[in-house]
């Protein structure tokens, strides 16, 4: 046999050695290791390998911390060949649930991600954004289209829509608003390169007519409310009467209610 069969069996020899290796590596280790070099997220009970395998997944938002619960994975392997980390997820927990086709680029940590849904109980959001009194209700989102750099922690790019349920808030007791909608995008920020998410709202079965749209920034919690409301005829009387006691109906009849400084 000769010198250049002998080297080709040996690196042949060596490379189905590595991807076998490879193939079978623990996700536990993996995981244990990126969350103790990112500090981003936290994993528990994990199972499987790299490729394929479950885990709890908790991860770092800032000053939160957001609990997944139960997240499975499956990795397509060749995409890493070209800097690509391509994953499809699914976690699912009695509280909240999201599911997912996602993408990073591992050359400048950029994020994507397509055909996102999941749902999640409102008082989640009270972890990113100040929103004054307890608000009740469940949060179902379908994102077609996501996009962030992750060094700089900002969305790139957002389009989505998000229902919220039984929806409730407290006047002093609790008041039943209904179901509304939202339609999300991002908005140019003359302040910084963070960018403004934007949420144009409306109602689809509550007790109050709605219309308007919700401002925020996740870095410092900022938030800009400026809508719509009118009472229907099955409108709490709470609700009514503060809305005549805060605030001069319009020539239609509605309400203008305003909250938080304006970030646009």
């Given at each position: 046999m000769s010198k250049k069969s002998i080297f080709l069996y040996t690196l042949g020899g060596i490379l189905l050695f590595l991807v076998i290796v490879i193939r079978n590596m623990p996700a536990v280790f993996v995981l244990g290791h990126a969350a103790k070099a990112t500090g981003a997220f936290s994993s528990y009970n994990t199972t499987g390998t790299i490729w394929q395998g479950e885990s709890r997944l908790i991860?770092?938002?800032?000053?939160?911390?957001?609990?997944l619960g139960a997240v499975q994975w499956n990795i397509t392997g060749w995409s890493l060949l070209i800097g690509q980390l391509d994953l499809t997820l699914n976690a699912d927990q009695p509280s909240q649930r999201l599911?997912?086709?996602?993408?990073?680029?591992?050359?400048n940590q950029h994020l994507t991600a397509s055909g996102v849904e999941g749902g999640f109980d409102l008082a989640l959001v009270q972890q990113f954004v100040a929103i004054p009194g307890k608000i009740s209700g469940m949060v179902d989102i379908n994102i077609p289209n996501l996009s962030a750099s992750i060094p700089a922690q900002q969305l790139t790019d957002l389009q989505g829509n998000v229902v919220v349920k039984d929806l409730a808030v407290n006047f002093a007791g609790p008041v039943e608003l209904g179901t509304f909608g939202a339609k999300l995008s991002l908005a140019d920020n003359a302040d910084s390169e963070e960018m403004i998410v934007v949420a144009d709202l409306s109602d689809i079965d509550a007790t109050i007519a709605l219309n308007g749209r919700a401002d925020a920034l996740a870095s410092n919690q900022s938030y800009y409310l400026d809508v719509n409301i009118e009472p229907k005829a099955n409108a709490n009387k709470m609700l009514v009467?503060?809305?005549?006691?805060?605030?001069?109906?319009q020539s239609d009849g509605s309400y203008n209610v305003k909250f938080g400084k304006p970030l646009r």
């Open positions: 991860v770092n938002a800032g000053r939160n911390r957001v609990d599911s997912g086709d996602f993408n990073l680029n591992l050359l009467n503060t809305l005549k006691q805060f605030y001069r109906p």
